[in-house]
């Protein structure tokens, strides 16, 4: 080997006729005045497209002014598409000359493990209903001899896991005693937790109203005392909270189980979690569950139920571990906060597990599913990290669902990306200017087309800017100059054409009809703060009226006089 001084480069140079990227940047006298100390150009290849990105400290970029400064929002960052997906089973499709000779192998052991699985569901479906037969008293615990005839159904529970192929089941600690962690809390991979954990612990449970109209299983999950949340109303969710704390404080109650992720994952990352164990600030003892496979993945992502069904049926046997980890105490019940305290049992869990921690929750799963709906190729570059977004920006998970309706839309082509012509008119706006602009602001790496990542965030940003509402309802009272508490086609358009002056009647009237949401002639307030709730970005069309003499000289006084 050749000797190297310390002053020769490890790598040689390239030839001489290496082809250079050189970039003229030519400076704009318009952007003199606002020329901060640096410029960052970023580059981006997108459909055989070079596409340049400058970020500077002004309101301007590539030439187009931002239309939203005037609420104080500033250009915005998209973060990168996360590489994981907690959602995806790795064996969705049967692949290998393996599996398919153990199916053919199984098909006659299929049939028995049917007859076991269904013999074992009736024998508990009527075990249940004799134990429930008569009693009323649902607010106190089940009496002691009502919970012996459910030893029946929680011996059908174990004989329904053997069907599945879980013929052993390792088991690493012990569950801790009921009056020393009252609630359990497990990361949730597949069905079969709620299973297992219903035939080890009878735990009282914390579910979906949902589950309560499923056949058989819903008077199974009534028995153990369920707790019914509806994820999306506010105050299901507190007396969610408040039955937690009930139960959890009486030793007569069976222990509390929850499953903080809110929706199965695929084990391999833990997603974040909700607060409702969390709340009462009682002990809590987590427990991990493990599926050891190498042909077939056990957890129920986006898969159908029947697939993964059968799938367990052709297995010669399917593995499964739990783990009981040491309890975990609330630091100080008076000033330990919810979140931190969910923080600390989630990096146990992901610890444990030896996973990552990401910000999905189970908005990021309506978003997948909605785009596996519509066909798209790549389903999961629509999710967005809900949980992280709902903390940054206050918009839920229903809103993102809503605006993903919006952008799909605007037709999307195959890579989930959406050229200018699509957005104005799915937005009923006309090819100008300010519609440029507007495309300009969601379109950060100036590709010429946005993703729907890029659409939900600066539609966020606007939302969260403090004075939208203010603005929104500033922007109804200047409409509504007849002083009806109502607006007319007419207002409507004599208020955005001072944005877009060559609006004609029938653009005019496509915009109304976005905002007349009963049809009723006439925009009301609701309707109105309804509608740009929906469409913030329509926020930009009121920005002259906002900022005219008499209310403003700029935007600075504008926010000074909503706030």
């Known amino acids: 080997m050749a000797e190297n001084d310390l002053a020769s480069p490890l790598l040689s140079s390239p030839p001489s006729d290496y082809p250079h990227l050189i970039i003229d940047v030519q400076q704009d006298d318009r952007l003199n005045h606002h020329q901060g100390p640096s410029n960052r150009i970023d580059h981006c290849n997108h459909s055989n497209q070079n596409c340049v990105r400058h970020d500077d400290d002004d309101d301007t970029q590539l030439g187009h002014r931002n239309p939203f400064a005037f609420l104080g929002s500033d250009w915005f960052e998209v973060p990168r598409q996360p590489t994981v997906n907690p959602f995806r089973n790795h064996t969705p499709v049967i692949d290998g000359v393996y599996e398919w000779v153990k199916i053919l192998i199984l098909l006659p052991i299929v049939i028995a493990r049917l007859v076991l699985f269904g013999a ?192 367990m049926f052709t297995q010669f046997h399917n593995f499964m571990e739990v783990e009981y980890l040491p309890v975990i105490f609330p630091l100080d019940h008076e000033k330990e ?47 967005v990290e809900m949980a992280r977004q709902e903390l940054l920006h206050h918009i839920s998970s229903l809103e993102a669902v809503d605006f993903l309706d919006k952008f799909l839309a605007m037709n999307p082509d195959p890579s989930g990306h959406v050229k200018y012509h699509d957005f104005v008119k799915v937005l009923r706006l006309r090819d100008c200017t300010l519609s440029e602009e507007i495309f300009s602001f969601i379109d950060v790496e100036k590709c010429r087309s946005i993703t729907f990542k890029q659409f939900l965030f600066g539609s966020a940003n606007i939302m969260s800017q403090p004075v939208f509402r203010q603005a929104c309802e500033l922007a109804f009272a200047k409409c509504t100059v007849t002083g009806n508490n109502s607006v007319s086609e007419q207002e409507l358009g004599d208020s955005i054409r001072l944005a877009i002056p060559d609006l004609n009647e029938e653009e005019v009237h496509e915009l109304f009809d976005l905002f007349d949401i009963d049809n009723d002639g006439k925009i009301s307030k609701d309707e109105f703060l309804t509608c740009l709730r929906k469409n913030p970005l329509l926020i930009a069309l009121f920005s002259p009226c906002l900022l005219q003499k008499d209310v403003s000289e700029d935007s600075n006084r504008l926010r000074e006089e909503i706030a």
Not at 339 to 360: D, E, K, M, P, Y
């Open 337 to 383: 906060s919810a979140v931190n305290f969910a923080g600390r049992t989630s990096q146990a869990i992901a610890t444990a597990l030896n996973v990552v921690q990401t910000s999905h929750s189970y908005g990021d799963v309506m978003l997948l599913i909605k785009a596996s709906e519509s066909k798209q190729e790549k389903p999961s570059a629509y999710m």
């Open 120 to 311: 074992s569901l009736a024998v508990g479906y009527l075990a249940t209903r004799l134990a429930l037969e008569g009693w009323k008293d649902k607010q106190n615990p089940m009496p002691k001899w009502r919970c012996r005839i459910m030893w029946v159904t929680r011996f059908s529970a174990r004989c329904i896991l053997f069907s599945f192929g879980y013929h052993w089941i390792k088991r690493k600690g012990k569950p801790a005693p009921r009056e020393t962690a009252p609630i359990v809390v497990s990361n949730h991979v597949s069905y079969i937790e709620p299973i297992f954990y219903f035939y080890e612990l009878s735990p009282t449970i914390v579910a979906s109203e949902s589950h309560d109209s499923i056949p058989f299983v819903g008077t199974i999950i009534r028995a153990m005392q369920v707790i019914y949340v509806n994820r999306f109303s506010p105050s299901s969710r507190k007396h969610a909270v408040n039955e937690i704390k009930r139960k959890a404080s009486c030793d007569r109650f069976p222990r509390l189980l929850l499953f903080p992720e809110g929706t199965t994952t695929n084990g391999r990352v833990i997603i974040s979690f909700q607060l409702g164990a969390f709340i009462p600030g009682h002990p809590i003892q987590p427990v991990i569950v493990r599926y050891p496979h190498v042909h077939f993945d056990q957890s129920w992502g986006h898969i159908s139920l029947a697939k993964l069904m059968f799938r």
